[in-house]
């Protein structure tokens, strides 16, 4: 009786021990393979100097004004979807059509491969570069040189990071605005705002280069070791920054973006910070600025954030909320995307409703396109 239990104990133990090593055996070879693909896809396309996965119609139409580049991670799955369900959701606004494209790079082992191949397919808007996924400059400056190849046919560009809220009621309007009659640029305003130094720059071609966003006046590099910004004298070796556009996100023509990466691909090691050198650093090389945009880029909590909303494009202030940070560390704010944009809706529709808010936003536009975006609202809120 006992041997013949030791003997089920044995089977049971030995048929357990079998089942635990087959199924690491799976999974190991699971790996492998998927970590097999995933490399030759790479180096795949690595030979033919193309991303990984692209989609070479997405500015196939000639109907695009605007082109929002995201700079995201391969493990932002949640960000990236937050943004098209709320202020990326919007393509169509004010007889300006824009196109959001998320850009992440290549991870050696990546667990995330195939997902990342499957949102690309599905979603239509990711550009899965070669380069490195932490190399923030280098899939800046390689979406970029993508855009030259398939999107030479649209005008701007507005670059941002996946942590930040943009604000695209008011992208859309400034657009709007630059490409309604830009021969008639004086007195031109937007929110009180003058734009005649964008239009100058955008009309003239003797003028400076189309950069524009929050400004930062000559800043001095972080040399405190502890600093996760820490910078050496190596790397740069100067006691200023040149004046530079905040990552929140800036605005560009196609002329002065393609000079920029032109210029940025020269270096073989670029500075690592992406505002600074792609703001700052190459434009001072290529002797001009960025520029100041004249509207509200807020770092702090999200009702901040609302509240700016609500009062600023409400009382139709100088300076209304254009992207906004709810924090320095990006982990999980994309959930405050959605009471934020649920208040944009909100505030966009009503002042649309009343008849000053009309007046203040959609003077020189046709009714049709004021219409259209109520209906939108009305609908979607």
């Known amino acids: 009786m006992r041997r013949h239990c030791r003997k089920r104990i044995f089977t049971l133990f030995f048929g357990c021990l079998i089942f635990y090593i087959g199924g690491y055996v799976f999974v190991s070879i699971s790996e492998v393979t998927r970590d097999s693909t995933e490399k030759i896809v790479y180096l795949h396309a690595l030979r033919r100097s193309s991303p990984m996965e692209h989609n070479i119609e997405l500015c196939s139409s000639n109907d695009i004004d605007l082109i929002i580049i995201i700079i995201s991670s391969s493990s932002h799955f949640l960000e990236r979807e937050s943004i098209r369900e709320t202020w990326g959701s919007m393509p169509n606004l004010m007889n300006i059509r824009s196109q959001c494209i998320f850009v992440v790079g290549y991870q050696d082992g990546n667990s995330m491969f195939e997902e990342l191949l499957n949102e ?148 073989k090691s670029p500075f690592r910070f992406s505002d600074v050198y792609i703001t700052g650093i190459l434009p001072e090389r290529l002797r001009f600025i960025c520029n100041n945009i004249p509207f509200t880029y807020h770092l702090g909590s999200t009702d901040e954030c609302i509240n700016i909303i609500k009062k600023q494009n409400v009382e139709s202030s100088r300076s209304p909320l254009i992207v906004c940070s709810t924090s320095l560390i990006p982990a999980y704010k994309f959930l405050d995307f959605y009471r934020i944009w649920t208040v944009l809706k909100h505030v966009y529709k009503n002042r649309m409703y009343s008849t000053q808010g009309v007046f203040l936003l959609y003077q020189n536009k046709n009714k049709e396109t004021v219409l259209t975006l109520l209906r939108y609202l009305s609908t979607n809120i």
């Open 120 to 267: 690309a397919k599905s979603k239509h808007d990711l550009l899965y570069l070669t380069v490195d996924d932490d190399s923030i400059v280098g899939k800046e400056l390689h979406a970029y040189k993508w855009l030259e190849k398939y999107c030479s046919n649209v005008t701007f560009t507005f670059k941002t990071n996946d942590y930040f809220f943009v604000n695209t009621f008011l992208l859309h309007e400034l657009i709007q605005e630059l490409t309604t009659n830009p021969q008639q640029y004086q007195n031109r305003y937007l929110y009180n705002n003058s734009l005649e130094s964008l239009f100058t720059a955008h009309i003239n071609p003797g003028a400076n280069k189309f950069l524009f966003g929050r400004m930062f006046q000559a800043s001095r590099p972080h040399r405190d070791k502890l600093s996760p910004f820490y910078v050496s004298y190596k790397e740069y070796p100067k006691d200023l920054y040149p004046p530079y556009c905040s990552i929140f996100g800036y605005l560009m023509d196609s002329k002065t973006r393609n000079l920029l990466t032109e210029e940025g691909l020269k270096d």
